[in-house]
Each structure stands twice: as structure tokens, then as C-alpha cells.
């Protein structure tokens, strides 16, 4: 029996137990991505890919599509003059695009059913991109991207994906945290001195801190995002539409996921100081998204404070690898975490305008041009 690929306008069309098969364990599963696609309200994420034999599916990856601007990984003086010299070149630096991946994830989910060989699934690999370039063609969108594919995924299938004449290039690498620890204290005796002796003089004024462990935000659903959007406006970094969320995303997903979300809620007093949003693995916790409310939160030093609270849920609940994403590199590695690499591969239609795309991926790396990046390797180095 031969293997089919398939396109699907919505996931929701996939028998999630099938879906899930290839993604054991994680929380990022079918219901996490039924409700982004819900939330975005048809736009950016949008569908999925998969690969079927017979009626099971063996393999499958969510897709999306926007316009990705050339200039989205510059920062600070380069961003602002792209900024200013956009309307002049605005139809040659905007790109339709279609994607495997998400938006709304720090990983290209590509899934496989677990029975399946290597050999079995570069094959079948190459058959889902085969696919999903031919219905790029379909819909007359030159430009394709494979998001964020993981260290783990990029040794297993790059020589699959550039034998098809897509080009690999460098995306913002992954925060993880390594816990190994029986307490608390032991994860502090793992820090530096000087680390060690900041975290404590912050937490003594945790006590002014009412911490709350939810799984919905009844109530406080407009609050929430507020408290987000205003974090992401402060961050100095621009990334466009690859780190705006839709308004009713929080709500959605944690009345999806369940008990895998998990909402903790920082109280000063009556005030809402900050919110952090975390996933629930048996073995990870995805430190999804923080808001603060600005200036109460970093008068009460809620990064320290939300950190150690992280910390301690995960070593409670027995996990053992805290992941806190792509933003803030210089403060997590100061806590003890390393970055794990992570990948974006691309291909054009056009021949020319690929060309230009793989000279240009020479020059320009988002894991150079991140600021929070650059610092924080200069002050590892």
C-alpha cells in the first residue's frame, strides 16, 4: 500500500488520537494547535500537512502562512531604518509565505508514527515536502519555510531536506534548563557565587507576593493579554507578526490543554503584578509567556521571583528540564541554562529570488543580529 499526503485547510479535520500518536507526550499536541487556529481566526496558523498509509496517518506537521518581511531579523538602529525606507521597498522585501511550523511555537512540530525507521521517515519527508511545495504552487505562493526545526531533527533529516533543494539557515536558539536537583538549595549551590547571592537578596521581597497556580483565567482574560502586550512592547525586540498572539489565544489554550496548562498569577495586594503561562510535560516545562505589569513588577523583582517559582514547581512535580524559549539570553544563562540550536530552512519558486535569498542567508542570522543574543554571548565568552 502506498503512502498519500494530504493538505488540510484546518487540523481540526484530523483525528487528533492519530495526530497525537506522533507527538507523544507533548503538550504542544492536536488541542494546542486546534485552538491556535480557532484564536488566530484564520490567519497565520492554518492547517497541517500530513502523510498517510492506508487510513493511518504516519507523519504530519501544522502549516501557516503570512507575508515575512526581509528585514525581520534586524534590531534596534538597522530595524528603524528598514522602518523608514519600507515604503519605497515595501513589494520587494514583503513575501507571501507558506510554512511547516508555527507562529505560536518554538519548534516545528514534525511528527512521525513511532514505529517508523529512519530511513522510513526520511522517505516519507521527502514525499510531505514534495506535497506541500505542490500546493505552495496551487495557491501561487513562491516562497516556503520549514520553522524552528529542532537540533534533534535537524541531524536526523538534513541531508532529506536540502536533497530537495531547500537551504538551511540559523534561527534564534532554544533556553533550556537542566534540573537534576533534589531541592531547591541544590539548584542555587549549582550557580555562581554572585548569581546565587542576587537571587537570594531578590527573593526577600517575594513575602510581599501572593503566588497563584490556576488552569483558567476566568475573569481575567482582558487583563492577561493586556499584561502581555505591554511586556512585548517593552522588550526592545521586533520580530512582526512571529511574536504577536491573538487576543483570545489564553483563554483558548489553556480551555483546551487542560491540566497541561498551567497559569501562575503574581498579587501584590489586590494588583496583578504578572502572569506566566507554562506547559506541563511529564519530563518538561515550556515557560510559554510572561506578562508584567510595569513599574510594579521589576520593583518586586518578578523575574527572579517567577523564576525560582518555575524552578521549584518543576523539582515538586519531578521534571527535569525547564525550557524558557528565545528571548532573555543573558539572564538565563546566568541561571544555569544552555542554548540548543535551532533551524530554519527555506526554498523559492523563482530562481533568481532564490538566489538572492541564499546570498543574503550568508549575510544575515538572526542568532547574530538578536541583541539579547550578542550580549549574552560576550558575557559567556
Known sequence: MAFEARIFDRIEEIDPAGWDACFPGEAEGHA???????????????????????????????TFKNVFRLDTPF????????????????????????????????????G?????????????????????????GRQGTPLLALKDLCA???????????AVGWTRASSLPIALLDLPFPDLEAYLGSLSAATRKDIRRKLRTAGAIRVEWRSDLAGLEKEVASLYESTRQRSGLDYGDFETIPDDYFPAVTGALGKQAR?????????????????????RMID?????????????NIYAISW???????????????????????????????????????????????AILKAMNRLIRADRLDPDLRAARAFTS
Open 75 to 110: 534590531q534596534g538602529q538597522l530595524r528603524r531604518l528598514t522602518e523608514r525606507l519600507r515604503p519605497l521597498v515595501k513589494g520587494i522585501i514583503d513575501l507571501p509565505i507558506v510554512g511547516l511550523g508555527s507562529p505560536y511555537s518554538e519548534r516545528c512540530h514534525l
Open 288 to 300: 510559554k509567556f510572561l506578562g508584567v505589569s510595569y513599574p510594579l513588577g521589576p520593583e518586586h
Open 263 to 283: 497559569i501562575a498569577l503574581y498579587w501584590v495586594g489586590a494588583e496583578l503584578c504578572a502572569f506566566n503561562l507554562v506547559f506541563v510535560e511529564k519530563e
Open 152 to 162: 534533534r531533527d535537524q541531524a536526523a533529516f538534513d541531508q532529506t531536506i536540502r
Open 32 to 62: 494546542y494547535y486546534r485552538a491556535c487556529e480557532r484564536s488566530s481566526k484564520g490567519t497565520m496558523q492554518k492547517g497541517a500537512v500530513a502523510v498517510f498509509h492506508g487510513t493511518r496517518l504516519v507523519a504530519a506537521a501544522p
Open 112 to 136: 512521525f508514527a513511532q514505529d517508523l525507521d529512519l530511513n522510513s521517515r526520511k522517505a516519507i519527508l521527502a514525499l510531505l515536502l514534495s506535497h506541500f511545495e505542490e500546493h505552495a
Open 308 to 354: 525560582i517559582e518555575n524552578v521549584r514547581k518543576c523539582l515538586d512535580l519531578g521534571i527535569r528540564l525547564l525550557q524558557t524559549g528565545q528571548t532573555a539570553y543573558g539572564l538565563k544563562l546566568r541561571y544555569g541554562s544552555r542554548l540548543e540550536p535551532s533551524y530554519v530552512y527555506f526554498k523559492h519558486r523563482s530562481t533568481l529570488r532564490y
